[in-house]
């Protein structure tokens, strides 16, 4: 391909040769023959000198955190005995990696030689991508012809989602959980790990009468599990109850809160079993990895909460500690999620505001829901589109009276 230089020669020598037809003189007719020999030599040179080349890529880590950020290498090989002409190299990059894509200068690569180039990719927004392949532009040192040559390989890296730093002291079940998730048992001669209201539907055997004639009201008792029980992660990524677009939309917000729940638990030696819709047997435990990397590439779809509910509260994913990431459940979905939590020892709930999510950070709904949930034994925030994760997730440290009054502030 020539460039405008080499346009512009061409028609000088066009114009050179009809002048010395005309006018005879034969000067001008040499000096058009030699600006088309240049020509010709400046695509000779293009062609034959990158018959060979070649690349090798490699990036590190593989995998990256939001925001964090990687390095890629690219080492180019002239496997010619002739010289490259000057080389441009571009890498194809995501915009969410590399806002402006990955350009080089390399210049002539001499016979037989390598080179070697690094260039940063940051991790914008979470999900697999492909990085590549490489082309290389080739120019003759006149400047005259262009070539474009794209170069086997691409890298491909995967994002974690938004992964928050939660803060301690939010109970996560287990009889050996300390500080975390250990209550100390009531003075009733079992081993108990807590108390709470009864909800219509809770087995009358297990009403802990001792703290009724105490408080005034129906509470029933529920046996703390002899060991560490799993913890059940439950992620709701139905397409018709999220709003907003792009990293703002509520689906965005429920992943990261996955993904930093996820982790947080895996750092305190919690095995984690993740569930987003139902399922034909037990969900498996996964190391947080593997559940990050599965958590990169969800998007939402249409699936039913209602049969994932009815799952869970059939004890068909183990019992121990529960925590649902939701939209705002509707009055069924939140009779669901009440008898799904019933077989599990501690409950937690995060409500998504997605209505916030949709109208800049305006509150909307939730506040109901959440005390519903709280007199059904949960520990409960909702979390709006403008909320830090980490902010919401200290609300669940607070008792469920002072948990109601700071999130009505």
């Given amino acids: 391909m020539f460039t405008d230089r080499g346009i512009g020669l061409a028609g000088g020598a066009v114009a050179m040769w009809l002048a010395s037809r005309g006018f005879g003189v ?11 020999g240049v020509l010709v030599l400046a695509v000779a040179t293009t062609r034959l000198t990158s018959a060979r080349l070649e690349v090798d890529r490699s990036i590190r880590p593989g995998r990256l955190f939001f925001d964090a950020e990687a390095h890629l290498d690219l080492v180019v090989h002239n496997r010619s005995r002739l010289p490259t002409a000057h080389l441009e190299l571009e890498d194809e990059a995501p915009p969410a990696l590399a ?20 260039y940063r990719l940051r991790g914008h927004r979470r999900g697999r ?49 300390g500080g975390l998730g ?10 108990l790990a807590h108390v709470r209201e009864y909800v219509r539907g809770d087995d009358l055997r297990k009403v802990h ?4 004639a105490h408080r005034g009201k129906l509470m029933v008792r529920q046996p703390e599990a002899p060991r560490d029980p799993r913890a059940t992660v439950l992620l709701d990524v139905r397409e018709q109850a999220h709003r907003g677009r792009g990293a ?22 919690r095995a984690v079993a993740l569930v987003d819709g139902p399922f034909t047997s ?30 869970l509260g059939r004890d068909a994913a183990g019992d121990g500690l529960l925590i649902t990431i939701v939209a705002v459940p509707d009055p069924e979905e939140l009779r669901d999620l009440v008898r799904a ?69």
């Fill in 99 to 118: 806002s402006h894509g990955a350009r080089m200068l390399l210049g002539s690569l001499p016979p037989l030689a390598t080179r070697t180039m690094s």
């Fill in 341 to 409: 939590g019933r077989g599990f020892t501690t409950r937690l709930a995060l409500l998504i505001d997605t209505h916030s999510h949709a109208t800049q950070g305006q509150r909307g709904a939730g506040q109901a829901e959440a005390e519903a949930l709280r007199l059904a034994g949960w520990r409960v925030t909702v979390v709006g589109g403008a909320d830090r994760l980490d902010d919401r997730w200290r609300d669940l440290v607070l008792p469920a009276g002072r948990m109601a009054s700071a999130v009505g502030r």
């Fill in 209 to 212: 009468w001792a703290s009724t």
């Fill in 129 to 177: 991508f492909v990085i590549g392949p490489l082309t290389a532009r080739l120019r003759d040192p006149f400047g005259l012809v262009s070539r474009r040559i794209r170069l086997r390989g691409t890298s491909e890296l995967l994002v974690y989602p938004r992964v928050w730093t939660l803060p301690e002291g939010v109970p996560l079940g287990g009889a050996n959980s």
């Fill in 248 to 269: 703002t939309s509520s689906l965005e917000t429920a992943i990261s809160a996955a993904a930093s729940v996820i982790h947080h638990l895996a750092l305190h030696g």
């Fill in 182 to 191: 250990h209550t100390r048992p009531l003075a009733s001669g079992e081993d």
């Fill in 26 to 36: 034969p000067e001008l007719q040499i000096a058009a023959v030699a600006s088309l």
């Fill in 282 to 311: 037990a969900p498996s435990v996964r190391a947080w990895q593997a559940q990050l990397a599965h958590l990169a590439e969800l998007e939402a779809h249409r699936t039913d909460l209602g049969a994932t509910l009815h799952q």
